[in-house]
């Protein structure tokens, strides 16, 4: 007897060093009733994890609809839902609800939760059109405005969130739950109620908003929290004829009755805002590798989710003794400070790799291979984390909901803080690298607040663990790869540094990582001289003043202004690179010029591009800007406009087609003057063939006089006119050619003629109504008819290719009845050649064509200088950059010889082209290709004899082939050219 009281003894003693609760610890063998009650609640718990996270998205997404969709206002939605959770968990952690069964209680909150879920998801886009007059009023009070939208967003959502916040903590103090193991049930519960979400993130971005629209997905989410709210009120009927609702075997001490454990709640406050400060850190340096969609961040989420749902899960197998010693949650925590660099260090970037380039990446597994791999073991860690810290607050608590409520407040108010100061405090300053670096010394200093001295005791095996992480830990952070970030950049910069010519070279001149995204502007040079700049948000060339670019780019500008010569007042939505702007500038009768983006880091990069004819055009007195949504912009402004252009990001980048929906081009058009004009980019290339009807749909919707035109490639522009429209006189139409600013400037991107204007007509309104007859328009509540799957490059080819046939073409321009209402009929002499040097460019870019063949077809066919320099693979750019290196030389440098040549066959010197090949040929320079050119070239200026002579000395290293034949015969019949035997 005196032996086995003096083991009793010495095994308290153990229990007490080691942190064990002092009570007598309960029988963890559980009844079978019991434990079908756990896994009934744990189903329950799941459900309402589905909804939640399905009305979390939805609201994310209609809130931006309401009030617009920058990185501010999702940071005041996110800010809303925080404080409704923490009030819910406030009211679980401060209340005894004794009046209450606690699962008719759960009940009753997840039917709030439903129906108030509900009715935000239909009401949200209601309330921001009844909102528009008064943020109108307040448009030049933007505190003011900024306060109203936080106000209202809470107030939306507070009673539902609320609700949220408390189902936990109120399903923990459950009578069935009294006798379980409570550091158990909490795992469990938690880890399963956030494995629901998991399921709520996947089915409805990849399943239910394509299949129901946002108002059916929300119908759903409440459809789960609904029969959640059932099921708990069955099993709180079955417990009550059972006799099972006593309350819980102690009363609940109010919280001026126990002392908090305030290490405890600190650790589970700053193990909140670590997790969610490096899962924006996370999701942000994945964008430097995978296609920016809706379905990347649900993936990347739903990994991160099912990680700390695994992690909750498996927190109940750990042994008690294990897991409610004091050093466990210091190793936890030194476990996670490596693990967050030790996932970055070794971060297989190169597994996934495409040969167009690692951001391409859009097929789910790959997206879930680099989420598992980066994030997985951290917030793996933090799942075991919150259940283990709640089961130590509850020895000093003793309520369950209290408990439960309070470390779910100090959670929860920790990860409303991190994602905050990952945005606007330490991305900006520090980087993403060094934020992640900062959250891996966080976990430190938090294992050390969570230490205990004897934690540290060599006496102790857990003592020896404890110093030999902390070892590893600070070895980690002194051979931590610092500059590893630039790896990271290079792989998203490198599918860009190739292009058509050796002598443009590729350096980043600016990089920039801000509020919401990481910035890199990449400068091309050639011969030594700046030829054109890309814009990379995060990975995905955003914008770019190459050549190709700089053509569709400035008709947006152009295009309006000639068919409404009278505008004074032009909007621009979405800078890019300010070639659209630039555009704008240069016309005179402008009076203001409003420029709008979301990224004032954006706007920050004007004075980075150099180039030919460009200057910063926000330097222009008559250009206001503001950093905004767009969409919130229009809706928000009093301001009225002639012309509204819109080149927003591709539709399919997340978060960008709520600029392409119906409601959005109703928008626009209410914004627009009487005889008003909007111009949008549909970048059908980028796009299946139905995804670019259900937009002409939408637009056509809100602008019946719609029309769509394009130059000799697949960036189309959607222009509609508010009213009929009027018809435009040819002098004002000429008088843009005449313009000492503009007129060089449409020359340069090849619009060289007005009839080149007019030849860039693809349909009217009649021609989208016949082609989208069965096509339902994109609406806000109809997204997902814009899918995540990539377009069919060659349907896209074939419906394109209709619109490019010279003769039909110029029938549709010329039966028009918008042409003929607003379009002078005195400019529509040959028509039918103009459309046909388009479509001969759009078919030679598309699947190639004899160059020769069509260089003589323009050369002899035509006066136009572009389709010659462009079947030579030069451009106005890249001849003004040689023109000017060669002036500076005594003899034109042999890289700017082709563009040379093909400046002086573009203005028909053929004598001027004659010499710089014979030059070139001297210098062994040329190839083939300028062997043939030279040959030809002979015979166009009519010296045949020299023609035949070059062919006849060079003849025995011309390899035979289908091209000479040609050749000999095309020189024969047009000059009398014999060929050698």
Known sequence: ???????????????????????????????????????????????????????????????????????????????????????????????????????????????????????????????????????????????????????????????????????????????????????????????????????????????????????????????????????????????????NLSGPQTEPRSPGKYRLPWRLLFVTLGTGAILLC???????????YVASSPRAFSVMLAVVLAAIGLGGVVSTVIPRRLAQSNPFLP???????????????????????????????????????????????????????????????????????????????????????????????????????????????????????????????????????????????????????????????AYATWPYEADERAQIIAQVVKRVEGTSDTFQLVRRDLFGQPYYHRLLTNAFSMSATNPHSQRYMRLFAYLPLALQPESRDALLICYGCGVTADAFVHAAQLQRIDIVDISKEVLGLADYYSGINYSNPLRDPRVTTYVQDGRFFLQASPRQYDVITGEPPPPKVAGSVNLYTEEFFHLLNSRLNEGGIATFWLPINQLKVDEAKTILRAFHNAFPNASVWAGPDEEWIMMGIKGPGSQVQAEDI????????????????????????????????????????????LTDFYPKRLSDERWDVQASHHFAADYMEPSAATQRFLWSPLINRIWPDTLNGSLESFFAVRSTRYLSDLIGSNKLAELDLYLRGSR????????????????????????????????????????????????????LLEDEKNRGSGGLNDWFLLTYLYCLNGNVGKAEALAAADFGSIKKDWFVDWLWQKLHDDFGFHPPS
Not at 278 to 288: D, K, P, S, T
Not at 742 to 753: A, K, M, S
Not at 873 to 886: D, G, P
């Open 1 to 243: 007897m005196i032996a086995r009281t003096h083991r009793q003894k010495e095994a308290n003693e153990l229990a007490r060093d080691a942190g064990l609760e002092k009570s007598a610890p309960r029988d963890s063998r559980q009844s079978p009733y019991v434990t079908l009650r756990i896994a009934i609640l744990c189903a329950v718990l799941f459900l309402s994890g589905i909804g939640a996270l399905v009305f979390e998205t939805l609201w994310l997404r209609l809130s931006g609809l309401a009030f617009g969709n920058s990185v501010w206002t999702a940071a005041l939605i996110l800010s809303s839902f925080m404080a409704g959770l923490a009030l819910g968990n406030t009211i679980a952690a401060s209340s005894k609800l004794q009046r209450w069964r606690p699962l008719r209680l759960y009940a009753l909150l997840e039917l709030v939760v439903a129906l108030c879920g509900c009715t935000i998801v239909f009401g949200l886009p209601l309330l921001g059109q009844w909102l528009r007059p008064v943020f109108q009023l307040l448009w030049s009070h933007q505190p003011l405005l900024v306060a109203l939208r936080l106000i209202f967003s809470f107030l939306i959502l507070v009673v539902p969130t609320t609700a949220m916040g408390l189902t936990l903590p109120v399903v923990m103090r459950s009578p069935l739950l009294r006798d379980a193991d409570f550091r158990r049930v909490i795992g469990l519960l938690y880890g399963w109620n956030t494995l629901g979400a998991v399921a709520g993130a996947l089915l409805g971005e990849v399943y239910l908003v394509r299949a129901f629209g946002l108002g059916g997905t929300g119908l759903i989410a409440g459809l789960a929290n609904c029969i959640a709210a059932a099921i708990a009120f069955l099993l709180a009927a079955g417990d009550r004829r059972r006799g």
């Open 278 to 288: 490096l899962e924006v850190v996370w999701f942000r340096f994945l964008r430097l």
């Open 331 to 489: 190793i936890l925590l030194l476990m996670a400070a490596m693990a967050a660099l030790l996932c970055y260090v070794f971060f297989p970037a190169q597994a996934v790799q495409t040969d167009t380039g690692p951001f391409n990446l859009d097929s789910w597994w790959q997206i879930a291979l680099l989420s598992l791999a980066l994030m997985f073991p951290v917030a793996f860690l933090s799942g075991i984390l919150f259940p283990t810290i709640v089961a130590r607050v509850q020895r000093s608590v003793e309520d369950p909901m209290n408990s439960t409520g309070i470390t779910t407040l100090f959670n929860t108010g920790g990860a409303a803080v991190g994602p905050l100061l990952a945005s606007f405090v330490f991305l900006p300053s520090l980087g993403f690298q060094l934020t992640l670096v900062l959250c891996a010394a966080a976990y430190i200093l938090l294992a050390l607040v969570a230490s205990q001295r004897q934690s540290w005791s060599f006496r102790r095996p857990s003592g020896w663990a404890m110093v030999t992480l902390s070892l590893a830990a600070i070895l980690l952070f002194a051979v931590f790869p610092y500059r590893r970030d630039q790896l990271h950049f």
């Open 734 to 777: 000429r008088r843009l050619w005449r313009d000492p600013r503009i007129g060089p400037d449409l020359i340069r991107i090849g619009i060289e003629v007005p009839q080149q204007l007019a030849a860039l007509f693809l349909m009217d309104g009649e021609e989208i109504d016949r082609i989208t007859r069965d096509i339902a328009p």
């Open 864 to 915: 136009l200088r572009t389709p010659v320099l462009e079947v030579l693979q030069s451009n106005e750019f890249r001849l003004a950059i040689a023109e000017q290196v060669a002036r500076q030389a005594e003899m034109p440098p042999a890289e700017t010889l082709p563009d040379l040549i093909a400046g002086a066959l573009a203005r028909r010197d053929i004598n001027g082209a004659i010499h």
